[in-house]
């Protein structure tokens, strides 16, 4: 990105001093930077030792054939231990693990860590006796229900990578998938609950096994969650409660190598066949739980954590399960979506079980500006002490909603960017130290060498833009692409020699933080000047009529690509009413914040905007409209009818 096209950009001077009740009593302070920077890995083999090995490793890194990481390799573990039965053995088997909270309002269910060791236990001795071995792949498709968290930790406890799949993909991303892993059992549901009804889930399991390279599978374990009828293949299928409700409820864990695979996560990307992100034992625990504990300051004795995530995504993987769990928390899993049976029922939730610490998204965060202040308002949250953020860069107005309306202008707020493949949070404040700026995940953790680059791999100075690069291997590093070493050196290992692309364009500002700008693939170029989408979607999301923002770049014969919004207004605004005066407003507006070169040239109120399931907005099928072109794959998307809606908004649309 050039320099003088960043010299228009966002300029944010808001600050928010850490509480000092928060810093007095951090998990981690200041001095954590120093300690790391004065003994990189010295720092993460002191993290490691957090956990319990069965063999406390004697190495740390092994770089020996870079970019293949080998961490703690001589060191043996057993992740479910880490994760259940240590906390049991301390004395800890009483504390709830789970609060679980189905989308039925009065389906709850509370486990304490005892009783997660003995769910843990049976499901372990029930895979096993279907002929799981270690190594075998499980794929696992569930709704977000205490046996996802029981199956995940089970194949971990037996040394079976598991490979969970989203419950909303389709049969097909899932076949590919099972496919891509060779999985031998596949671990599903009847159907799970969303908005109000059941929706079936097993159905889409028994299509995908029609389909070639799927014929491994030897099992398919169902939960029976809402009873209703489901297709049976005899010898094929078996119930979960006929199978794991009569195992013992013993189970003694093995130690595996720490390099020993855990799971296998896919990732769609925005081309190609997708790609199995392989992550391993010792090094992901680490990183996860020790994240886990600085970033949201956790204190398992007190603390209430709620990740909205699902356990489909890696944010599920890592800060619903791992991490949290490695830490010995108290967490919330629930089932449902956020306005189901209203707008309040997450609010209601941190109400009920008194949260203290909230891990969302972005986009979460501005559907509920949209719904208004009047919803959150209406409920207790004072409990909530950390607010976390993470999936897309948040708007500086989003960011400062989340506080004000869900922090009580109170709590830190801790931007998070990582991703599948880094396993772990990279980049973010910590809440006791980092005095925050609305929208910047600022600095690397503690422990994490991350920096911008230029086009010529040169880092750049404050001020300066350019792409995201992690500099020095990291203990939760993706360890390849499943079965595709290659691709795993092209996609990340190819662009800047030595360092991690992580496809992410970002800048740094004055004071040296990091400010991420989007997937560089969505990156504008108009009258030779690199624009972001992320900061022209931020200064319309400024202007108090805007709920949220989507900004794609389509080809112009002038200035080679133009500017296109498509903007959600908030809640209480009538576009109708307020026409083309609101339009000119806002280009305007944008004008005023960034410079008249990133003015859109022609902005579209729509209802809704094209997301993945995992709440990302796809700007590619934004493109297409915008370039008046039939749309692309859109098997991705939540929910296909919402560009249907969005072309009949275009001019000349039939
Ligand atoms: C954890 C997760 C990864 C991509 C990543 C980036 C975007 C995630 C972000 C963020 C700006 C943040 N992203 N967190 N962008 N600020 N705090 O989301 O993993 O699904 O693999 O997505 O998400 O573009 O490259 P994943």
Redesign the pocket.
Known sequence: MSNESLANLLKEERRFEPPADLAAAANVTAEAYEQAKADRLGFWAEQARQLTWATEPTQTLDWSNPPFAKWFADGKLNVAYNCVDRHVEAGHGDRVAIHFEGEPADDTRTITYAELQREVSKAANALTELGVRAGDRVAIYLPMIPEAVFAMLACARIGAPHSVVFGGFSADALAARIEDADARVVITSDGGYRRGKPSALKPAVDEALTRPGTENVRNVLVVRRTGEDTAWTEGRDVWWHELVDGQSDRHTPEAFDAEHPLFILY?SGTTGKPKGILHTTGGYLTQTAYTHRAVFDLKPETDVYWCTADVG???GHSYIVYGPLANGATEVLYEGTPDTPHQGRWWEIVQKYGVTLLYTAPTAIRACMKWGDDIPAKFDLSSLRVLG??????NPEAWIWYRKNIGGDRTPIV???????TGAIMVSPLPGVTATKPGS?QIPLPGISATVVDDEAKEVGNGGGGYLVVTEPWPSMLRTIWGDDQRYLDTYWSRFENRYF???GAKKDTDGDIW?L??VDDVMLVSGHNISTTEVESALVSHPKVAEAAVVGATDPQTTQSIVAFVILRGNVDAEAEGEALVTELRNHVAKHLGPIAKPKRILPVAELPKTR?G?IMRRLLRDVAENRALGDVTTLTDSSVMELIQSKLPGAS
Do not use: F, H, M, N
């Open positions: 990732t995504w890696v944010t953020s993470v999936g897309e860069p948040i931007d998070t960017w990582w991703q599948t493949e995940a992580a496809g992410d991420l989007g997937r995992s990302k």
